[in-house]
T-cell receptor
Framework: AQSVTQLGSHVSVSEGALVLLRCNYS??????LFWYVQYPNQGLQLLLK??????LVNGIIGFEAEFKKSETSFHLTKPSAHMSDAAEYFC???????????FGKGTRLSVIA | DAGVIQSPRHEVTEMGQEVTLRCKPI?????LFWYRQTMMRGLELLIY????????DSGMPEDRFSAKMPNASFSTLKIQPSEPRDSAVYFC???????????????FGPGTRLTVL
């Protein structure tokens, strides 16, 4: 069985500050890990994914995440927050191939001017 | 490609009524997934198809829910009769077939926001 835990349902940062969204996973098989972003009243957009290549993954709009097997973590970071980053962020895990995604509860990111 | 298309985008209905949600996957994608998003339970899988065949429907909450995929370009999720607790955002996603050991991205539609009064 696979599961994802996102620490913090709501994170608030100042514009220009570091963004850190935490995700820990549990998986009985080598995991594929993902971060999705959801803007208000929109669908989910893939930010980045880990598929057993490089442990540091670069995504779109300046986000990156590092896979740490020893810590079973896949935290999402961005060096400098922008107002446009305010959204809901979901960490997800999958086994392989075309298996369904298992999502965390989500973290709402607020950016303060 | 237009991406995954869902209709309607918003649906308001009364308890007891039948509701049908529709999804058109990206052309050429072999997999189709239905997810539901609620405040209480977050995002959860309802059912998914491979080449129009249901593979896992263990997430379908009860017999009031049914899903079909009559062809590669269309799927429906039906709730009959609907109840207020079915109010949620329903997402459809599709993905192409991947090779062994690879992963293929799921592309999400914009969702259907269902409100059952």
């Amino acid at each position: 069985a696979q599961s994802v835990t996102q620490l913090g349902s709501h994170v608030s940062v100042s514009e220009g500050a570091l963004v850190l969204l935490r995700c820990n996973y549990s998986s009985s098989v080598p995991p594929y890990l993902f971060w999705y972003v959801q803007y208000p009243n929109q669908g989910l957009q893939l930010l980045l994914k880990y598929t057993s290549a490089a442990t540091l993954v670069n995504g779109i709009i300046g986000f990156e995440a590092e896979f740490k097997k020893s810590e079973t973590s896949f935290h999402l970071t961005k060096p400098s927050a922008h107002m446009s980053d305010a959204a809901e962020y979901f960490c997800a895990v999958s086994g392989s191939g075309n298996t369904p995604l298992v999502f965390g509860k989500g973290t709402r990111l607020s950016v303060i001017a | 490609d237009a991406g995954v298309i869902q209709s309607p985008r918003h649906e308001v209905t009364e308890m007891g009524q039948e509701v049908t949600l529709r999804c058109k996957p990206i052309s050429g994608h072999d997999y189709l997934f239905w997810y539901r998003q609620t405040m209480m339970r977050g995002l959860e899988l309802l059912i998914y198809f491979n080449n129009n065949v249901p593979i896992d429907d263990s997430g379908m909450p009860e017999d009031r829910f049914s899903a079909k995929m009559p062809n590669a370009s269309f799927s429906t999720l039906k709730i009959q009769p609907s109840e207020p607790r079915d109010s949620a955002v329903y997402f459809c996603a599709s993905s192409p077939l991947g090779g062994t050991g690879s992963y293929n991205e799921q592309f999400f539609g914009p969702g259907t926001r269902l409100t059952v009064l």
